[in-house]
């Protein structure tokens, strides 16, 4: 009789939690704690996630991510504070790893539809380095990304020349790129329309104009980061945690502050040339199957960057980032 009367109540008790459970997404988070905008109503829950949520395989800092959907259910008494009782698996992930603890992994966002790397020729100039490291993160991702050339008043005639060019390179390895000026309002109706009903993480270097484009494309964007760090853990940093901002509903941009770098988290020395577009379609074509394309006899990649096929940016890129996986692995 005792067991039949807790099979019942603990039956009860789990549909009980599954009628008062909340879809919401994870807008950010600050290791102890989440805030969840319930999906169907759009309200701000400040949560706390139930037990210890492992995924499998993931050596992770933090068990949940910006964008992550989650369940969660609102105890009456504790002021539309919440308890995540369940994650969704992520369609996908992007990764910041320690450049010094290798074995420490941060998820910076979840779930992206793609994502737009705001770079600038002057003012601060972005290398190819570091846009080639992400775009091969991204490629990593399978998340599709658009370039956003900002700062585009700052340009003479001759950096509107190499811009063309710039653009014209990328496109050609399968990145659209667009020409903005943040500051003046240029292009921001085309990026507006890129982001139309899709979560983007937004990225780039410091200083390149990030803040002041969010400043363009986010509607009442004061009122909503006072109501978002309104739940924030007091003495935390908070401008260095991702997080997520309505557009419009249904429309979202992830802001990374203070995110350098995305690591190359999954990324073998020897499987580097697949994330680049333009080698993927040559490497079954060089004479050894496990030839890495430096010096190589009959690599058909170094022959389509002696024949000017493969951009010398780009490859040069690739050199540099195969030397620095090698030094790591
Ligand atoms: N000339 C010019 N300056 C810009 C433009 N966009 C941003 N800036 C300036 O660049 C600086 C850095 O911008 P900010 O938005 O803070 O960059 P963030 O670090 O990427 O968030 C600020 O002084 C902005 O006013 C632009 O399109 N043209
Ligand atoms: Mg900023
Ligand atoms: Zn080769």
């Known amino acids: ?6 099979t019942y109540y603990h039956a009860f008790i789990h549909s009980f939690i599954q009628l008062l459970a909340v879809v919401g997404i994870v807008v950010k988070s600050t290791g102890s704690w989440y805030l969840v905008r319930d999906t169907a109503t759009g309200t701000l829950h400040r949560c706390r996630l139930r037990g210890k949520f ?4 993931l050596k992770v800092s933090n068990p949940l991510a910006v964008g992550d959907q989650v369940e969660f259910t609102v105890e009456e008494q504790t002021e539309g504070a919440g308890v995540i009782h369940h994650i969704e698996p992520r369609r996908n992930y992007i990764i910041r790893r320690s450049v010094h603890k290798t074995e420490h992994s941060h998820i910076v966002a979840a ?17 190819f380095g570091f846009i080639d490291r992400f775009l091969v993160t991204a490629e990593a991702y399978s998340i599709p990304v658009t370039l956003i050339f900002n700062k585009a008043d700052l340009h003479d005639d001759d950096l509107a020349d190499y811009q063309q060019q710039i653009g014209k390179m990328y496109q050609r390895v399968g990145y659209p790129s667009l020409l903005t000026s943040a500051q003046s309002g240029v292009g921001v109706e085309e990026v507006d329309a890129l982001l139309d009903s899709k979560t983007t993480l937004l ?4 200083g390149v104009g990030k803040s002041t484009l969010i400043n363009v494309l986010v509607p009442d964007l004061d009122l909503k980061t006072a109501e978002i760090s309104q739940f924030s853990d007091k003495g935390v940093h908070t401008t260095t945690y991702a997080e997520m901002l309505e557009v419009r509903p249904g429309t979202y941009l992830i802001d990374t502050p203070g995110i350098k770098e995305l690591g190359l988290v999954d990324v073998q020395p020897g499987e580097l040339a697949h994330f680049f577009p333009e080698m993927r379609a040559l490497l079954n074509q060089c004479r050894y199957h496990n030839c890495r394309h ?9 022959e389509a960057v002696e024949k000017g096929r493969i951009a010398l940016p780009r490859y040069d890129s690739y050199l540099s980032m195969l030397h620095d996986e090698d030094n790591r692995h």
């Open 1 to 6: 009789m005792t067991i039949l009367y807790y």
């Open 111 to 127: 779930n992206l539809d793609q994502a737009l790397l705001v770079v600038t020729l002057v003012s601060p100039a972005t290398s």
């Open 203 to 206: 990225s780039g270097h410091s």
């Open 294 to 302: 430096v010096q190589e006899p009959g690599c058909a990649v170094i």
């Open 54 to 57: 492992k995924q499998k395989g």
